[in-house]
């Protein structure tokens, strides 16, 4: 008998949802074969099958919360028995249904009072049952059809009323699911970065020509040397690593009565994923080439879309950025990934008409948005810090000189 215990989960993690079993007790398992999937804070966990075997106990069941170490499985040696099916299939057999065929020609009169009551109300007679001798139609038998179409009247207009009950009772056409560990983390982190810090945004426009023109030229050369696209983001990237070198307290956050000057960027970029928003760490960018720049950001969005990121893909961030252009956004006001001080927002490139020395031209323009902790952060510090981001993207050319 094997126990299958629940792993390290990473630092300052205790706990996690058991999210998926991918078997069920009596299935073979092989080693490294994944038996269930845990859900913590910011990453999923997969659990492999450490031994060969029978799944023979499933022990933290499906949504169920569980501690580190915790036994979530046993695995026990030996062959699947097969289920068997004792239960012998009955084969039923059909009756055959009396049919009763009345002749259309009658040698016979229906009731008087029938015929009238047929006439008056529309009825034909072959809806109507005969039970009088030799299958006449009496007064009764037209009566009980009338009846019968007056409760289907009723249960027409009965099942009327309860479609515009149903209609006014939206809780009915309404879906209770019960929110991930990832999405109750994401919510209970951007509500406490609104209720600590004194969150402010300001915003600029950036004339994206140059980064384009540059882009254009050297996209294919740049893949074919270094096996990876290029892409915008390696811009704003380095462009934001010169940005908070000359606004350090952008690059900052607060420890209690102390504030955390950190003389490293560690950048964030923020991923959306089918699970939630997370926020991988590419570890001092700022000592990164364009092309490692651009590697990590691959490598990172494969491992969050794919659920593959761990604790440490995760941690250490000193600035984020969030591009929400790549789904059309044209102006927001990112929410801080708090205890960080800074966040910058990217948007849709668009086209729009600028005035140039007195000219109206068509440039592809971009809103930029930086949300700071005004506790940290003074105006003149935000301000300064993205106009130095929009002056490094309109000439690339300062990125290389460091001016």
Known sequence: M?????????????EATVATWFKKPG???????????????????????????????IVAHEGETVGLDAILG?????????TENNNDQKISSISNDKIQISNDTKDFENAPSAKKLMNENKINEKNVVGTGRDGRVMKEDVLAVLNSESSTNRSENQLTDQIQEDEVDTSKHQER????????????????AQNTAAMLT????VDMSSVMKIRSKFKEVFEKKHNVKLGFMSFFVKACCHALN???????QIDEDHLVFNRFVNMGVAVGTPTGLVVPVIKNADKMSFAEVEKSISNLGKKARDGKLSMDDMKGGTFTISNGGVYGSLMSSPILNYPQSGILGMHKIQE???????????????YLALSYDHRIVDGKGAVTFLVRVKEMLEDPYRLLMDV
Do not use: F, H, W
């Open 74 to 82: 046993i695995i026990s040696e030996g062959d699947i028995q097969p």
């Open 246 to 252: 000359e606004v350090p307290e952008v690059n900052a």
């Open 2 to 14: 094997t126990e299958i215990r629940v792993p390290t989960l990473g630092e300052s993690v205790t």
């Open 177 to 192: 699911i019960k929110m991930s560990r990832l999405r109750m983390t994401i919510a209970k982190r951007l509500k406490e």
């Open 202 to 205: 300001t915003y600029n426009e």
């Open 352 to 366: 729009r008409p600028i005035a140039i020395d007195g000219n109206v031209v068509i440039k592809p323009m971009m």
């Open 27 to 57: 299935d073979s398992v092989a080693v490294d074969e994944m038996l269930c999937e845990l859900e913590t804070d910011k990453v999923t966990v997969e659990v492999p099958s450490t031994v060969s075997g029978i799944l023979s106990e």
